[in-house]
């Protein structure tokens, strides 16, 4: 699913959406709310979007994710959402409030120029290894997921994943 030069007015409600060769924004405004809880296996990229409301990926489900170039006015929702693949944000804003509880980063992350704000932003979010941090301050440090928690995961995965017959 491709958007390129796209200005909605309102909330941009794409919540289960879905597109076996995954998405890319590009050039996207939304007037209000941005709304991605996505299941996607396919690669999700994210370029040149301003939000004058709130961002939120609730509990969505993403393989590979890249955002560039992010502008948001109200607050960035990442609460339970699922990164498997290697997830990347360079050159961006996620407004006034940005919460991560329970989010899962599995693959390698790479956060460059990006301005998360609140006193500990990724309180409650996982990660598989430590995030690559370039011209990015985080608060606390992530937290990053030991040899021991892998197989409680693992064990979490198992009960999350649908049941066969």
């Excluded at 060769?21 to 690669?43: E, H, I, K, R, Y």
């Excluded at 996620?94 to 301005?115: I, P, W």
């Amino acid at each position: 699913m491709l958007l390129d030069s796209v200005r909605v007015l309102g909330q941009a409600n794409l919540n289960d959406a879905e597109a076996p060769g995954g998405f890319s924004f590009t050039n996207l405004v939304a007037g209000s709310d941005l709304m991605l809880a996505l299941a996607s296996d396919g690669p999700v990229a994210l370029a040149d979007v301003d939000v004058g409301g709130d961002l939120s990926l609730f509990d969505g489900r993403f393989a590979s994710m890249t955002m560039e170039r992010l502008r948001i006015k109200g607050e960035s929702e990442f609460e339970g959402a699922r990164f498997s693949g290697r997830f990347v944000i360079r050159d961006s804003d996620f407004g006034r409030g940005f919460t991560a509880q329970d989010a899962l980063f599995q693959g390698d992350c790479e956060f460059r120029k990006v301005r998360f704000p609140g006193k500990d932003p990724m309180a409650g979010a996982l990660f598989a290894r430590s995030p690559l941090l370039i011209e990015t301050s985080l608060p606390v440090p992530p937290t990053v997921q030991s040899d021991q928690d892998s197989t409680e995961e693992e064990e979490l995965e198992f009960q999350d994943s649908p049941m066969e017959p």
